[in-house]
């Protein structure tokens, strides 16, 4: 009886548990992406990284990149919120940049990430919050959410980019 009671318990704690991120292994991005990658030269895709951990839950939308396939300016994943209510209120994207340009963090609210990185928040807006850093190969990280009647906040921000994970 006991465990019975014990079992029930835990049913109950992990039902009624408040999650607050959700993930996305690599290995659940659809095929399409993971060709799609496979025709990029060698040396980008060593550095494409997509977030594994989102403050809601998400599925894979879309990639996209330079049309030009010889000089890779920059690579770009876009995720569709599960709940069809937040697919109105939320956009989601991450883009990487191939470069080392990023804009000086004096005029902008910095966010120390988990492995170092200073990422400074590019745009904090009521509808928009945009997240910038250069990672240690000095290619130029961006994560941007457009979002409306809900809230995301920079702790949020912070979640997806310390997420980070390598496709290959």
């Given at each position: 009886?006991?465990?019975i ?5 835990v ?27 496979s ?15 989102f ?10 990149t ?77 994560l ?21 994970t390598s496709?290959?």
């Amino acid at each position: 009886m006991k465990k019975i009671y014990i079992v029930l318990f835990v049913l109950i704690t992990v039902a009624c548990s408040n999650q607050s991120a959700y993930d996305l292994p690599i290995k659940e991005y659809p095929q399409s992406f993971h060709q799609e990658i496979s025709k990029l030269p060698k040396d980008i895709q060593v550095k494409i990284k997509v977030p594994t951990e989102f403050p809601f839950d998400v599925e894979f939308f879309r990639f996209s990149t330079t049309p030009e396939e010889k000089n890779i300016v920059y690579t770009s994943v876009i995720y569709e919120p599960v709940d069809h209510e937040l697919s109105n209120k939320v956009n989601l994207s991450f883009t990487t940049y191939y470069s080392d340009k990023v804009d000086s963090s004096k005029s902008y609210e910095s966010i120390k990430l988990n492995n170092g990185e200073v990422a400074i928040l590019k745009k904090n807006e009521e509808e928009l919050k945009v997240l910038e850093w250069a990672d240690n190969d000095g290619d130029v990280q961006e994560l941007a959410v457009m979002f409306k009647d809900t809230e995301i906040t920079n702790a949020d921000l912070k979640m997806m980019a310390d997420s980070l994970t390598s496709v290959k």
